[in-house]
Nanobody, 115 residues
């Protein structure tokens, strides 16, 4: 699986951004898809995930109620809708695909939120 993330950019606090992750491969629907982020000087952290059935979408407490993850099985895309952005959301956001012991990462997209 190859992942290509985009959609990051600069937003003001309270604003919105939508991240996109395009996945290649015929078995996209088998993978749990997720978004992680890494702020400067911090470790990479989990943001949100969506299981292959699409029925379960866990979120980090810090983004719950503000971010929404979704996926399109036809387009092999994963989205992260980010609303009510805060300066602490500033980070590089990474798309992740996981199936059993196999895990794949996209190249990351920068999100910067100004106060």
């Amino acid at each position: 699986v190859q992942l290509q993330a985009c959609g990051g950019g600069l937003a003001q606090a309270g604003g919105s951004l939508r991240l996109f992750c395009a996945a290649s491969g015929r078995t996209f629907s088998d993978y749990t898809m997720a978004w992680f982020r890494q702020a400067p000087g911090k470790e990479r952290e989990f943001v949100a995930a969506i299981y292959r059935s699409g029925g379960s979408t866990p979120y980090a407490n810090s983004v719950k109620g503000r971010f929404t993850i979704s996926r399109d099985y036809v387009k092999n895309m994963v989205y992260l809708q980010m609303n009510s952005l805060k300066p602490e959301d500033t980070a590089i956001y990474y798309c992740n695909a996981a199936l059993g012991t196999r895990t794949y990462w996209g190249q990351g997209t920068q999100v910067t939120v100004s106060s």
